[in-house]
T-cell receptor, first 109, second 112 residues
Framework: GQNIDQPTEMTATEGAIVQINCTYQ??????LFWYQQHAGEAPTFLSY??LDGLEEKGRFSSFLSRSKGYSYLLLKELQMKDSASYLC??????????WGAGTKLIIKP | DGGITQSPKYLFRKEGQNVTLSCEQN?????MYWYRQDPGQGLRLIYY???????QKGDIAEGYSVSREKKESFPLTVTSAQKNPTAFYLC???????????FGQGTRLTVV
């Protein structure tokens, strides 16, 4: 079966750095997405990786290793507004998105 | 302003009643999707449509129906056959299969 694994919950301190990991086993791979979702709201797009390596976008970076079936989202200089769930999703060989359950990130002052 | 709109945000229905959730987009996207989100689970695909007048079942289509008569609109009907309809429903659209999806604000459906 297809599976996406992410930690259920993480806690970090304002101003610090946090890394949210995502491992996947899917039938084929056509890219990996990260989304941010505040409670009760719609997910919003953060990043898309299809090749190995690090993609940097402001305070957020996303890394992909296809051989290891692994990605991480790195958030720097954490702000209180970064408290949200972070969703990892993989596009499989049929171009269907397989979603992880999300990681709830709690930021403490 | 371009975007994707779901309505209503909250919806209450009695058990045994069908209910239709609205989804409209003005992004000129060909692909549209309906997801269901339950606590502790990833988004699960109900139906998707890549083009007008065509749609495909997702992983949990039983008890749901859709139509795609216009490019801009993809309404979802939750029928009385859906055993556990209380959930947060998200509509999304994308330009193509491997581009980012834009989501509506979601509809929280409660069946009592």
């Amino acid at each position: 079966g297809q599976n996406i694994d992410q930690p259920t919950e993480m806690t970090a301190t304002e101003g610090a750095i946090v890394q949210i990991n995502c491992t996947y086993q899917t039938s084929g791979f056509n890219g990996l997405f990260w989304y941010q979702q505040h409670a009760g709201e719609a997910p919003t797009f953060l990043s898309y990786n299809v090749l190995d390596g690090l993609e940097e976008k402001g305070r957020f970076s996303s890394f992909l290793s296809r051989s290891k079936g692994y990605s991480y989202l790195l958030l720097k200089e954490l702000q209180m507004k970064d408290s949200a769930s972070y969703l990892c999703a993989v596009l499989d060989s049929n171009y269907q998105l397989i979603w992880g359950a999300g990681t709830k990130l709690i930021i403490k002052p | 302003d371009g975007g994707i709109t779901q309505s209503p945000k909250y919806l209450f229905r009695k058990e045994g009643q069908n209910v239709t959730l609205s989804c409209e987009q003005n992004l000129n996207h060909d692909a549209m999707y309906w997801y269901r989100q339950d606590p502790g689970q990833g988004l699960r695909l109900i139906y998707y449509s890549q083009i007008v007048n065509d749609f495909q079942k997702g992983d949990i289509a039983e008890g749901y129906s859709v139509s795609r008569e216009k490019k801009e609109s993809f309404p979802l009907t939750v029928t009385s056959a859906q055993k556990n309809p209380t959930a947060f429903y998200l509509c999304a659209s994308s330009f193509s299969e491997n581009t980012e999806a834009f989501f509506g604000q979601g509809t929280r459906l409660t069946v009592v």
